[in-house]
């Protein structure tokens, strides 16, 4: 079965960082983009950010961009999420999933519906 899993959340103060991390557990996922989707309480689920290993496209959401860095490790079948210049508002349940590259998930903002999702990473900002 295919399985993605979240580690590296936790409780940061504001201007702090972390780092997230995104194993998959099949190694034919390697050419699936993967991206990271945060859902807040009471707030819909959103796209954070993005990366495709076909092309290496990438997205980051408005919010997100500059303080937050997508990368992947092919290798290991792994993406990272660096926050940095963390704030409250990052306050979700951060969520790692995977979709085929012809759904071109990275290319259109991350509207299409991944196949694969990970269980969940809960990041806290708070003073």
């Known amino acids: 079965q295919v399985q993605l899993v979240e580690s590296g959340g936790g409780l940061v103060q504001p201007g702090g960082s972390l780092r997230l991390s995104c194993a998959a557990s099949?190694?034919?996922?390697?050419?699936?983009?993967i991206g990271w989707f945060r859902q807040a309480p009471g707030k819909e689920r959103e796209g954070v950010s993005c990366?495709?290993?076909?092309?290496?496209?990438?997205y980051y959401a408005d919010s997100v961009k500059g303080r937050f860095t997508i990368s992947r490790d092919n290798s290991k079948i792994t993406v990272y999420l660096q926050m940095n210049s963390l704030k409250p508002e990052d306050t979700a349940v951060y969520y790692c999933?995977?979709?085929?590259?012809?759904?071109?998930?990275?290319?259109?903002?991350?509207?299409?519906?991944?196949?694969?999702w990970g269980q969940g990473t809960r990041v806290t900002v708070s003073s």
């Open positions: 990366i495709s290993s076909s092309n290496g496209s990438t």
């Open positions: 099949v190694f034919t996922l390697d050419y699936y983009a």
């Open positions: 999933a995977a979709a085929h590259p012809l759904q071109a998930m990275c290319v259109t903002g991350m509207s299409t519906k991944p196949d694969y």
